[in-house]
């Protein structure tokens, strides 16, 4: 566990810690809110190949939502052919199922980070682990734009959090929507439900961590829904090229 703790604080912690307090100390008005919004957008930056993919697989995946339930109903009884059958169609049609929890799975460790360098505030001995060549801040003061503690919890970001993630809910709903017949069966019925039920959870956790978590949140949605908007606008100038040039069907993508 120390090997791994080690590890941790040497490959993660440190260098977003460092990266968090340059970005402080190099931006004009030297404020913390901004410099974790700086923060949020370089991560998603990294990973937007990871993230570019997972847009273009859950169309295709809201896409092929008749023929998956076709293939449910068809095989009802026969649970191990039915998990079969899914998964060639999905590798017939180039699907990765888990492409859109990769990009999730890489945020994990950055909020984890976040909620520990905020949730005890930001103290003088914390700049031991500041490298060489990064300037150290006179005033360790975290806040956004001088209006909210950023070691504090705030309602208003965690509204915030919430709105912005029942948007990108809702963004994403519309295309499954297109893929899929609507049914009243009990996983359309929760599937539906959900955008509604979610938001109020980010809300309830935002709200009881430190703000700059709800910050971070509220960033790193805006980000997806930008994402989506952006990608989803590209495939459907390739699908109405593709229209022009070979007469191909094209459905468009909802944004």
Do not use: C
Not at 95 to 123: D, E, K, M, R, W
Not at 175 to 187: M, T
Not at 196 to 219: G, M
Not at 224 to 248: C, D, M, P, V
Request: aromatic share 12%.
């Amino acid at each position: 566990m120390e090997f791994l703790s080690t590890i941790y604080q040497f490959f993660l912690y440190q260098p977003v810690f460092n990266l968090l307090i340059l970005f402080s100390q190099i931006l004009p008005g030297k404020d913390f809110g901004v410099a974790v919004i700086l923060l949020t957008i370089l991560v998603r930056l990294a990973s937007y190949p990871l993230g570019a993919q997972a847009v273009v697989a859950q169309k295709k995946f809201a896409e092929l939502q008749p023929k998956i339930k076709e293939i449910q109903e068809k095989l009802k009884n026969k649970k191990e052919e039915q998990t079969k059958a899914t998964l060639e169609l999905y590798k017939k049609e180039k699907i990765n199922p888990f492409a859109s929890i990769v990009p999730l799975l890489i945020q994990i460790p950055i909020f984890i980070v976040l909620y520990q360098i905020f949730a005890g505030g930001l103290h003088e001995e914390r700049l031991s682990l500041l490298y060489p060549f990064i300037p150290r801040p006179s005033d360790l003061t975290p806040s956004l734009f001088g209006l909210v503690d950023l070691n504090k919890q705030s309602f208003v970001l965690a509204i915030l959090a919430g709105i912005f993630q029942f948007v990108q809910a809702k963004q994403a709903t519309l295309q499954k929507k297109r893929g899929a017949k609507n049914k009243s069966d009990v996983a359309s019925t929760i599937q539906n439900q959900l955008p509604y039920i979610f938001p109020f959870l980010i809300v309830w956790v935002a709200s009881s961590l430190p703000s700059a978590f709800a910050l971070y949140l509220i960033a790193t949605t805006i980000f997806s829904i930008w994402q989506y908007w952006f990608i989803a606008r590209k495939e459907n100038a390739k699908k109405q090229l593709l229209e022009k040039t070979h007469g191909i069907p094209r459905t468009p993508i909802n944004y």
